[in-house]
């Protein structure tokens, strides 16, 4: 064994799917047990993707010496009012801001977890450079990163639009539609006959709820929710 693989082997991995769609539910400052001992403080964004199967929320930690106040809807510091460049929720944020163009100032302060509520992203690993850290890991560390900013979704079809970091909209993306049941439509309507499928679908309260999205299942022509997403 060489000592790359072995260096390798001894790596953390997060645990989280990989190149995906990702859509922010809700969002909340907080610790994690298996993360450094449950003593730094992370920002822990929750959320459903169309692509993924999700067991656990993408987290940000936040640096040294922040704590979570107001029982996690806000982050403090008895130094500083803003988080430091080179931590990883810093670099999501510079990334988020200055490269991707998110008017993230127009929801609100940066320490504030509800600022991110309704956003989607679309979610790749990335290795992230330390100059003069983690010289034990090479210097550099591996987390997901936003790679893109992602509109609404639109007939059962995830549409990212990949921002331009020369031509970013400042406009912020707008809410999601239930995703997770979206994707459950769309499989019920792979697989079964129209009358069978508008059947189940009825009997979704979530369904019955959404009078654009009933008007679309009872379709029966070939605009129809069924005649689109039948295979």
């Not at 990883?88 to 991110?116: C, F, H, P, Q, Y």
């Not at 049941?181 to 979704?204: H, N, R, V, Y």
């Amino acid at each position: 064994m060489d000592n790359k693989t072995e260096r390798d082997s001894w790596d953390l991995d997060s645990g989280l799917p990989d190149d995906f769609d990702f859509y922010i539910t809700s969002a909340e400052f907080g610790y994690l047990r298996e993360y450094m001992d449950g003593e730094v403080l992370l920002l822990k964004w929750h959320g459903e993707s169309p692509d993924a199967e999700l067991d656990r929320p993408i987290i940000w930690p936040c640096g040294k010496g922040w704590e979570s106040v107001k029982q996690g809807a806000e982050a403090r510091h008895d130094k500083h009012t803003r988080f430091m460049a080179n931590s990883i929720i810093g670099k999501m944020i510079s990334r988020v801001v200055n490269e991707l163009g998110v008017d993230m100032r127009s929801r609100g302060l940066a320490t504030t977890a509800t600022v991110w509520k309704g956003l989607g992203f679309h979610m790749k690993s990335e290795d992230i450079e330390y100059a003069g850290l983690m010289e034990e890991r090479g210097g550099k560390t591996t987390h997901l990163m936003p790679t893109a900013v992602l509109g609404k979704v639109a007939k059962g079809k995830a549409k990212a639009k990949e921002v331009d970091s020369g031509n970013a909209s400042s406009a912020a993306p707008s809410a999601p539609i239930n995703l997770v049941l979206q994707k459950k439509l769309i499989l019920l309507a792979a697989k079964l006959d129209k009358d069978e499928f508008q059947s189940k679908a009825m009997d979704m309260e979530d369904v019955v709820a959404d009078d654009d999205l009933l008007a679309a299942i009872l379709d029966d022509s070939e605009d129809g929710f069924w005649a689109k997403n039948h295979s």
